[in-house]
């Protein structure tokens, strides 16, 4: 399978910070998603991006889709304890397999 | 309304019996995928069915491992015999369409296999 690496593994952070995670590809993607699974429960959909350099907004979260079409990154600022969680990038390469990164896991202190 | 349904949350079992895993797509949905994820290997797509026909199975690991989709409002995963390194949480997620369509995901099955 293709391999996404994600980083950071882990993050611990006050409450307040900014964070900041990325998703690289050895292969090119023609989309790239992120999701954030919580204890107990699947993925949800955060944000999805289409298109090279799309840069895209949902609330506090913002994520990029790499000119390169090998990464992306997922920003989430002025962090609060529910955003607490593993957060998954996800790529799709022209078929119907999504290809998931390794995750973040976000312990956020407050 | 209610999301992909799951059964059972918690599996656990000794190796060499039968497990089947149950799932309830979202009405209307009309593609249905099943994962494992694994701390090891991560989140792996298994199989997926589009119109209840199965359309790519390359990632089922073994022979042991087989789904099934009878009709639009239910698919099992059964893995016979079990072994102790299939342990992982399975997912279920189903979406209206394939490509770019959110793929919505069910709670989960947690197996344990003893």
């Known amino acids: 399978g293709q391999q996404l690496n994600q980083s950071p593994q882990s993050m611990f952070i006050q409450e307040g910070e900014d964070v900041s995670m990325n998703c690289t590809s050895s292969s090119i993607f023609n989309t790239w998603l992120w999701y954030k699974q919580e204890p107990g429960e699947g993925p949800v959909l955060l944000i999805a991006?289409?298109?090279?350099?799309e840069l895209t907004s949902n609330g506090r979260l913002t994520a990029q889709f790499g000119i390169t079409r090998k990464d992306s990154f997922l920003n989430i600022s002025a962090s609060i304890p529910s955003d607490v969680g593993i957060y998954f990038c996800?790529?799709?390469?022209?078929?119907?397999?999504?290809?998931f990164g390794t995750g973040t896991r976000l312990t956020v202190i407050p | 309304d209610a999301g992909v349904i799951q059964s059972p949350r918690h599996e656990v079992t000794e190796m060499g019996q039968e497990v089947t895993l149950r799932c309830k797509p979202i009405?209307?949905?009309?593609?249905l995928f099943w994962y494992r994820q694994t701390m090891m290997r991560g989140l792996e797509l298994l199989i997926y069915?589009?119109?209840?026909?199965?359309?790519?199975d390359s990632g089922m690991p073994e022979d042991r491992f087989s789904a099934k989709m009878p009709n639009a409002s239910f698919s099992t995963l059964k893995i016979q015999p079990s072994e102790p390194r299939d342990s992982a949480v399975y997912f279920c997620?189903?979406?209206f369409g394939l490509g770019d369509n959110e793929q919505f995901f069910g709670p989960g099955t947690r197996l344990t296999v003893l």
């Open positions: 997620a189903s979406s």
């Open positions: 009405s209307g949905h009309n593609s």
């Open positions: 991006l289409y298109k090279a350099g």
């Open positions: 069915f589009n119109n209840n026909v199965p359309i790519d």
């Open positions: 996800a790529g799709r390469s022209g078929a119907n397999n999504l290809f």
